[in-house]
């Protein structure tokens, strides 16, 4: 319909803010406003035209589609439209806009036309992105943009998988929307007829944007315009708007048509010996294929390719002539494999083959030596060149041209070629011709055709050369006609001609300039090339009058498109979108390089239709599904792919999102801290999470009403030193609530300076009773001694106030106990307080009034000694505190030396009085004796063992000084070195007994949850909330390791049996999402666990308790501001910012600290109480792992599907290999099959595989854990990491033979296997390392496999297994060859050498290259690996870095090596450090190995013979659920041929004999549908380049109103052999030839020669 035939009226309810006022009358591109200039709010509408004005109006009232052609304007009024309905989507509403664009490059061009002309934000999207992967990704997405653009694959996945609701696109715009196709299945029409299925309520406005509404061959003729025109209507739900030619006239110019005739071409004498030349080169080529390649398939594929090669050169040849050709083919020559397939725009690929390598030289030769003079190749732009067979009539005709416009300003020129490899030849031809040197030539193909030289930004990059002018002519395939933001032209030459009307229109439309010319090259000698250029011209004005006239309301017929939605979640998917939903699925099960998961699709011919059979890869749970029947091949497929994915969905493997489960989800492990040290602060800050330590409640009780006597338990602290040089004055400890039963005895010793220790014990002393006087003496004493130890600064002064704040302190004091020196009543235990010392204390001068303290200023009597505050008492002075000011320190004073005084000897030789002289201290009563005294120590954190310097011996004698009186003050009458002693092991005392009492109250909480709880102990508890951190002789680690262990054993049995449907790539996904460190610490924080944790090394100095509370009160308001405020300020100390104490106990916790806690408990659990007490917890936590069993005779039962391999697998003598006799043989068959073998129909050993490497794990590191106790959790890790490194088991299973009764169909893995075997048996040189091939991952998989089927096949009794381990594994637990992964190993050396490794990665398709990079001091190397597997790929590459460096050191000379060793002890680098495991093994003392915590039954299993036998799923695609015509008897096939092998005769007279069960016209109707035999077999010879079938009739029988016929066909397969297939007799001669070509066809499927699947 036609603007200018409506009147348009204004918006009814829709705010439009288009007006009719601004019209531009100058010729701008689509990005018209791009170039206009910026204002503070953009407008589209000042530098709209008219036109664009009246239709937007149209498209905000309705759906449209606009139809302009190229430079119109179109995208202007999508803008417009975008304008006009802004208020649907500016923000804050969450409604959007999404703008369609076919490819990438167009997507970055009308985002940019967007951005410039409109004030909205836009998104940008093309191709796949890894950071868009779910429905949080896109919900950032809309959240922050208004309009996204994307290509329309994009689009289609969101909406199917419900990451963007359909509900929230107010507007859809979609750009050459002529791809809507209702026959097409492209991505337009699927999202439409989605839409138009599902009925969405507030559906989208729809504006679609087209120069041409008809594509394809044959849409333009006369029947087909309006049915095209009226289809895409329906498809977009729009009606189709144009503009008459009178109004775009003074916008867009119109090029001139004009037509160059180049020829006649015709053969001539040397054209024909060129030809016959090249052809009998193709010929000797495949006469050696014949020869050299035995198999069919491979040869058929290597011949197509042949094939496809020789046609491109003729092609090239005839249409650019001998040059043309000769770049062709060294084109084709200097390209991989892959980029050969894109050039050959083949549908498939074709792998390379050195017999095509060896064509394309010898034609390259061929055509090289042609162009030669003299022996040397002539100059292309030499005149002699300018003529045929050099250069065809054509390409003459276009340098023609070019010539002529050459020398006009400011040309710009596009050619359009129909072929990839046209372009580069005719591109590289006119670059290298001087005389065109004013053209500067560059081509343009597509992205997509696997040229490495034209990337997106090469593409990018050409485009923007044209447009500044560094190059003006492009030689472009059909690229160039949409989609490009191309620069307009004044000279567009077809050198091939379009192939559809919307080509000619649209390349056309690149000639935008005043005074253009489109111009074509025709053969003079060609009439049809003439009548298709005017049959262009007619088909647009007929569609054009389509447009405004309709001739019909006529469309295509259209099948319902089918869809299947899942109500929970709104995901959807059509048919056509669940054929590539399906390849996903296949391609993310688990594969390798020996095999690629791809469902095969077979196809039956029906009474009702065409009916479509999927067979799945083995490893899928789905094993095959059947269409129902359908008019069409593609319809049926995408039934079948429809209704399986509906299947699949229903059995889990596609979630409710409708995606493969391996899609899901982020690796949440990268962003939990991967370690809990040696990291800054800052990124402690950052990392960490703050959380609140629990206080013991034991320790929490205060005692109130002091009116009336208080009681509390006594517990005696009994130290017994060693060695026992030390006097430790007798202390206890005293608390409100008695302790728990663990922790009143408890037990530790207690390391301190110069290799001693102090033994210490907890004796419950009954108890004690108190009285309010005593309370408060008691509480002033520990605040006494506390501020002594803790802060002694305090005591300088002359007087310390004690007990004024005992109610404050108490208010704000965590806990509640007293520590107070005591007498011990030996006879029962039993303490009392010892208040003659605490008076003592309390009695001393300082903590009295100053009036109430004796005057320093007379003179001592006898006994007595003058000090710096006073005379005092000898007896008050010894066992006392006294501070010295001239050295600033406190000393416990342990007697008085009568016999030396200050005129005797000191320490450094001079008399103490002319010591002090030096120290300006002048000594006024040196006849005084001195003071033998002891420093006040330093408290320090006795519960970690310290480091035994060297220097550091032990001491049998404490340290004193001697000091003289006067120059100390007292301080603490009756404060002895003794009490110093014991008070100085009290803080790290109650530190561990507090975290005790933590540990128990856990137990409690546990044990009154599960009875099993009760059955492990504190201590162990306690290990297993303890971190490296804390600094302890103990540390969660062991347990950890050995709790991770269980934890995937449990998990992945629990999995295994309730998800029999589930992969092995699934299952382990699952897993990982049930143990990984993320799900763990949600688990711990919601069950508290985190307050348990202890993460912290001691300090002393922020030791708090009654009497000296925590000075930093904490809040809920003020936690964070505390502690990022301290953190930033000690930071600056270099304190850490996570050891600050405040009231509330906060600390810094990282979430992997957490889960390591989850993991060590269950390792306690494990070692105190076993296997149930362990799933009780896990239970308790979150984490079910029960079953029962009936799910293990599930899997019973299922494994019996597998018998039907027992003729296979030789059963016994495999049993013998593994030591065991299976009840289950279908377990054993099935742990042995490969997912490349597919005959059995379905099923692998990978999920066996699965449950087999998780037992495998728990059981090594149990015998690890056991047996090497004194391995620290690191080598611990390193011993199992070599044990279960599948190149290990690998061994393994070539020691037993494992690999002789594998079932598999790939003949690369069994040669890698058998080149790996021969290697393992033949002893290894001395570089084997860099010789030794590649272990296949499959061996060690066998073992894997075979032990999860014998743990199923004994119901889960670890002990039997166990028993087998040792058997299997004895070689690998040796540890004679330790080994460190080769990525750790090259980490390390790298480090201790201080070297820069890098590994950089990258992707081609499905393979991976990471290349390794070391850079430093005197070494600079780079190793690279390929691998399908990434993990795979960096450790080759890895491991070919060490061994470049070994051999490097190798070579190095002496003093070099004694450097490299050198620096290596210097750093403890890679060589010392691969050694440690190895040397603590040696040296340690080996345990007796135990099973740890199994204390399961195990599970009763079904006998055998209770299992019903079920029929084997068929092994070819079944054909039992439909009709098929079969014939009553098969054909009679012979091969004649001299030198016939006798096995392919036999092969054949067996074929014969067994001719009357096979359904030949099943099998080969089915694979083609509703094609003729003869039709087929026809193709089959074209494809294969052999010549056409010859029938003849034999015989003819029968009267003549009953005649029977009798036909065969002769085809020549081979130089050297014929086929010959008779039919059965006929009533027509038709049918007979017809029934010989189908017994032709089934032989050339059974012989291989043809394929049985699509």
Same mark, same amino acid.
């Given at each position: 319909m036609a603007v200018t035939e409506l009147e348009v009226e204004s918006s009814q309810g829709v705010d439009c803010p288009i007006t009719e006022a601004h019209s531009v009358?100058?010729?701008?591109?689509?990005?018209?406003?791009?170039?206009?200039?910026?204002?503070?709010?953009?407008?589209?509408?000042?530098?709209?035209?008219?036109?664009?004005?009246?239709?937007?109006?149209?498209?905000?009232?309705?759906?449209?589609?606009?139809?302009? %052609?190229? @430079?119109? @304007?179109k995208t202007h009024i999508a803008v417009l439209l975008i304008y006009a309905l802004g208020h649907l989507i500016r923000k804050p509403q969450k409604n959007i806009c999404v703008f369609?664009?076919?490819?990438?490059?167009?997507?970055?061009?009308?985002?940019?036309?967007i951005k410039e002309s409109i004030d909205f934000k836009v998104g940008t999207y093309g191709g796949r992105s890894k950071r868009l992967k779910g429905h949080l990704d896109w919900e950032k997405e809309i959240e922050q943009y208004e309009i996204l653009v994307m290509i329309p694959e994009i689009l289609l996945r969101n909406l199917s998988h419900c990451f963007i609701r359909r509900?929230?696109? !107010?507007?859809?715009?979609?750009?050459?929307?002529?791809?809507?196709?209702?026959? !097409?299945?492209?991505?337009?029409?699927?999202?439409? +007829?989605?839409?138009?299925?599902?009925?969405?309520?507030?559906?989208?406005?729809?504006?679609?944007?087209?120069?041409?509404?008809?594509?394809?061959? %044959?849409?333009?003729?006369?029947?087909?315009?309006?049915?095209?025109?009226?289809?895409?209507?329906?498809?977009?739900?729009?009606?189709?708007?144009?503009? *008459?030619?009178?109004?775009?006239?003074?916008?867009?110019?119109?090029?001139?048509?004009k037509i160059y005739y180049y020829g006649p071409v015709t053969k001539n004498i040397s054209s024909s010996h060129i030809l016959k030349n090249l052809e009998e080169i193709k010929r000797q080529c495949i006469s050696m294929l014949s020869k050299n390649t035995e198999d069919h398939s491979r040869r058929r594929s290597i011949k197509k390719m042949l094939c496809r090669l020789h046609d491109n050169l003729i092609f090239c040849l005839e249409k650019i002539g001998l040059w043309g050709a000769l770049q062709a083919s060294r084109r084709f020559l200097s390209v991989d494999y892959g980029e050969r397939n894109e050039l050959l725009e083949a549908e498939e690929n074709f792998n390379g083959d050195l017999l095509c390598d060896n064509y394309l030289a010898k034609a390259a030769s061929f055509f090289s030596s042609h162009c030669m003079r003299d022996g040397v190749e002539m100059d292309i732009s030499s005149v002699d060149v300018l003529k045929e067979p050099f250069f065809s009539k054509k390409l003459l005709c276009l340098i023609r041209i070019l010539s002529n416009f050459r020398l006009q300003p400011n040309m710009k020129c596009i050619v359009f070629v129909n072929r990839i490899v046209v372009a580069q030849s005719l591109s590289y031809i006119l670059q290298n011709l001087k005389f065109l040197a004013s053209w500067k030539c560059g081509f343009l193909v597509g992205v997509h055709s696997g040229m490495k030289s034209m990337s997106r930004k090469n593409m990018k990059n050409i485009l923007e050369k044209f447009r500044s002018g560094q190059l003006n002519l492009l030689v472009a395939t059909k690229v160039g006609e949409e989609g490009l933001d191309i620069q307009t032209c004044c000279l567009v030459i077809r050198f091939d001609l379009p192939e559809t009307v919307a080509s000619f229109i649209q390349s056309r439309?690149?000639?935008?300039?005043?005074?253009?010319?489109?111009?074509?090259?025709?053969?003079?000698?060609?009439?049809? *090339?003439?009548?298709?250029?005017?049959?262009?011209?007619?088909?647009?004005?007929?569609?054009?009058?389509?447009?405004?006239?309709?001739?019909?309301?006529?469309?295509?017929?259209?099948?319902?498109?089918?869809?299947? +939605?899942?109500?929970?979640? %709104?995901?959807?998917?059509?048919?056509?979108?669940?054929?590539?939903?399906?390849?996903?699925?296949?391609?993310?099960?688990?594969?390798?390089?020996?095999?690629?998961?791809?469902?095969?699709?077979?196809?039956?011919?029906? *009474?009702?239709?065409?009916?479509?059979?999927?067979?799945?890869?083995?490893?899928?749970?789905?094993?095959?599904?059947?269409?129902?029947?359908?008019?069409?091949?593609?319809e049926a497929k995408r039934i079948a792919c429809l209704k399986a994915c509906e299947q699949l969905h229903k059995i889990g493997a596609l979630n409710d999102y409708l995606l493969p489960c391996q899609d899901i989800g982020i690796d949440e492990e990268s962003m939990l801290s991967t370690s809990d040290s040696g990291v800054c602060e800052g990124s402690i800050l950052l990392r960490g999470e703050l959380h609140e330590m629990l206080i013991p409640a034991a320790l929490r009780q205060p005692w109130t009403n002091l009116e009336n006597s208080v009681y509390l338990n006594s517990y005696f602290i009994r130290t017994i030193p060693c060695p026992e040089d030390r006097v430790y004055k007798k202390f206890g400890f005293l608390v409100k609530a008695p302790l728990p039963k663990e922790a009143e005895r408890m037990k530790l010793d207690l390391q301190l300076a110069h290799q001693r220790s102090v033994s210490i014990e907890l004796i419950p002393s009954g108890l004690v009773e108190f009285n309010k006087n005593e309370i408060l003496q008691a509480q002033n004493f520990q605040e006494m001694f506390l501020k002594i130890i803790l802060h002694r600064s305090e005591f300088v002064s002359e007087r310390v106030q004690l007990g004024d704040s005992n109610d404050s302190y108490k208010a704000c004091s965590s806990t509640f106990y007293l520590l107070l020196p005591v007498i011990l009543n030996d006879d029962n235990n039993k303490i009392t307080v010892d208040w003659k010392s605490i008076k003592r204390c309390l009695s001393s001068p300082i903590f009295r009034n100053p009036a109430e303290n004796a005057g320093s200023g007379y003179s001592p009597l006898i006994g007595e000694l003058q000090l710096a505050n006073g005379s005092r008492n000898e007896d008050e002075v010894v066992n006392s505190l006294v501070y010295a000011p001239y050295k600033n320190a406190f000393f416990f004073v342990a007697d008085i030396i009568a016999e030396k005084n200050g005129y005797s000897t000191s320490t450094s030789g001079a008399s103490h009085v002319d010591h002090f002289k030096t120290l300006r201290i002048q000594l006024s009563r040196p006849e005084q004796p001195l003071l033998k005294a002891k420093q006040l120590f330093s408290l320090r954190n006795l519960l970690h063992d310290r480091k035994k310097e060297h220097s550091e011996t032990r001491e049998s004698e404490e340290h004193f000084f001697e000091v003289p009186p006067e120059l100390c003050e007292l301080k603490i009458i009756g404060f002895s070195k003794d009490f110093g002693s014991t008070i100085s092991l009290l803080p790290s005392i109650m530190h561990r007994l507090e975290n005790l009492l933590v540990a128990i109250e856990l137990k409690h909480a546990l044990s009154t949850s599960f009875p099993e709880g009760a059955e492990v102990t504190a201590d162990r508890v306690l290990e297993a909330l303890t971190t490296a951190k804390c600094m302890e002789r103990f540390s969660l680690e062991r347990l950890e390791v050995l709790g991770d262990a269980f934890l995937k054993y449990v998990v992945g049995r629990h999995l295994f049996l309730f998800h029999d449907a589930l992969d092995e790539g699934e299952l382990t996904r699952r897993r990982s999402n049930i143990v990984n460190n993320s799900n763990l610490f949600k688990m711990a924080t919601r069950n508290n666990l985190q307050v348990y944790i202890r993460d912290q090394s001691f300090d002393p100095s922020q030791f708090y308790a009654l009497g000296h509370p925590c000075p930093v009160i904490c809040s809920k308001g003020t936690e964070n501001y505390i502690h990022s405020q301290v953190g930033s300020s000690e930071k600056a100390n270099g304190a850490k910012a996570n050891d600050v104490r405040c009231s509330k106990c906060h600390h810094w916790l990282h979430r992997k600290t957490i889960s390591d806690v989850v993991e060590a408990l269950v390792g306690a659990f494990l070692v105190d109480s076993g296997f149930k007490a362990a799933i009780s917890f896990l239970r308790w936590i979150g984490i079910t792992v029960d079953f029962d069993s009936s799910h293990v005779n599930n899997i019973y039962v299922k494994s019996s599907e597998y018998l039907s391999l027992v003729a296979d697998v030789d059963i016994p003598s495999l049993e013998k290999l593994i030591g065991y006799l299976f009840q289950h043989k279908g377990l054993l068959l099935q742990a042995f099959v490969h997912p490349s073998y597919n005959k059995h129909g379905g099923g692998c050993y990978q999920r066996l595989e699965y449950l087999g490497d998780a037992v495998l794990d728990y059981l090594i590191t149990s015998y690890l854990y056991s047996t090497y106790p004194k391995l620290k959790p690191g080598q611990l890790t390193d011993l199992r990491s070599v044990c279960v490194d599948n190149k290990s088991f690998a061994n393994v299973a070539v020691q037993r033979s494992f690999?002789?009764?594998?079932?598999?169909?790939?003949?690369?893995?069994?040669?890698?296997?058998?080149?790996?075997?021969?290697?393992?048996?033949?002893?290894?040189?001395?570089?084997?390392?860099i010789k030794e091939p590649k272990c296949p991952k499959v061996l060690g998989d066998l073992v894997e496999s075979s032990v999860g089927a014998v743990l199923l096949d004994n119901g889960f009794n670890l002990e039997r297994v166990w028993e087998i381990l040792?058997?299997?594994?004895?070689?690998?637990?040796?540890?004679?060859?330790?080994?460190?992964?080769?990525?750790?190993?090259?980490?390390?050396?790298?480090?201790? +050498?201080?070297?820069?490794?890098?590994?950089?990665?990258?992707?081609?398709?499905?393979?991976?290259?990471?290349?390794?990079?070391?850079? @430093? *001091? %005197?070494i600079k190397l780079s190793t690279c690996a390929t691998n399908i597997s990434r993990k795979e790929a960096k450790k080759v590459a890895a491991q070919q870095a060490i061994a470049e460096l070994k051999v490097s050191f190798d070579r190095a000379s002496s003093s070099d090596k004694s450097w490299l060793l050198a620096e290596s002890e210097k750093h403890r680098g890679y060589m010392h450090k691969s050694k440690t495991v190895e040397e603590v093994i040696k040296s340690s003392c080996k345990m007796e190995a135990k099973l740890i915590g199994y204390n399961e039954a195990p599970i009763n299993s079904i006998p055998p013979d209770a299992i019903e036998s079920e029929p084997s799923k068929v092994l070819e695609p079944s054909r039992s659920n439909f009709k098929l015509k079969k014939h009553k008897e098969a054909p009679l096939i012979k091969l004649l041929s001299k030198g016939l092998h006798s096995s392919v005769a036999a092969a054949i007279e067996q074929d014969n004999e067994n001719a009357e069960d096979m359904s030949s016209d099943s099998q080969i109707a089915g694979q083609w549908c509703k094609k003729t035999a003869k039709s087929v077999l026809h193709e089959v010879c074209a494809d294969n380049s052999w010549k056409a079938p010859i029938y003849e009739c034999v015989k003819e029988e029968g009267p003549s109103h009953q005649k029977l016929f009798t036909f065969k066909v002769v085809l020549e397969i081979e130089d050297s052999k014929n086929l010959e297939c008779f039919g059965e007799p006929r009533g027509r001669k038709k049918d007979a030839a017809e029934h010989a070509a189908e017994g032709a066809l089934w032989y050339l499927q059974n012989t291989g020669f043809l394929p049985t699947r699509e």
């Open positions: 009358l100058s010729i701008v591109d689509e990005g018209q406003s791009s170039s206009s200039a910026q204002s503070t709010e953009k407008d589209p509408r000042k530098n709209a035209r008219q036109y664009q004005l009246d239709l937007c109006k149209i498209a905000v009232e309705e759906n449209i589609i606009v139809y302009l %052609g190229t @430079g119109c @304007g369609l664009a076919p490819t990438v490059a167009l997507v970055q061009q009308q985002a940019k036309v509900e929230l696109i !107010s507007l859809l715009i979609f750009d050459e929307c002529h791809h809507a196709q209702a026959r !097409s299945n492209h991505p337009y029409t699927q999202i439409m +007829k989605a839409y138009n299925k599902l009925n969405i309520i507030k559906p989208p406005r729809i504006f679609g944007m087209t120069a041409s509404p008809i594509v394809g061959k %044959g849409a333009s003729e006369e029947g087909s315009v309006s049915k095209c025109i009226n289809s895409l209507e329906k498809i977009l739900d729009a009606k189709v708007y144009s503009v *008459e030619d009178t109004d775009l006239k003074c916008f867009v110019a119109s090029p001139e048509v439309g690149r000639a935008r300039m005043p005074q253009s010319e489109y111009a074509f090259l025709v053969n003079s000698g060609n009439n049809k *090339e003439l009548a298709l250029i005017e049959n262009f011209k007619t088909d647009e004005d007929r569609m054009n009058k389509e447009i405004f006239v309709r001739t019909s309301s006529e469309t295509f017929a259209d099948t319902e498109e089918k869809l299947y +939605k899942v109500d929970s979640s %709104g995901a959807s998917i059509t048919a056509g979108y669940s054929v590539s939903l399906i390849h996903h699925y296949c391609a993310m099960l688990p594969h390798d390089e020996y095999f690629d998961p791809k469902p095969e699709f077979y196809f039956f011919d029906d *009474e009702d239709g065409t009916v479509c059979h999927i067979i799945f890869p083995s490893n899928s749970p789905l094993p095959q599904v059947i269409s129902t029947p359908e008019p069409s091949i593609e690999h002789k009764f594998l079932l598999c169909d790939s003949s690369n893995l069994l040669e890698a296997i058998d080149k790996y075997v021969g290697f393992i048996e033949t002893p290894s040189s001395e570089d084997h390392m040792f058997s299997f594994l004895d070689p690998v637990m040796i540890f004679s060859s330790f080994q460190l992964h080769p990525v750790r190993e090259l980490q390390e050396l790298c480090q201790s +050498k201080n070297w820069q490794v890098v590994f950089r990665r990258s992707q081609d398709g499905s393979t991976f290259s990471v290349e390794a990079k070391v850079d @430093g *001091e %005197g």
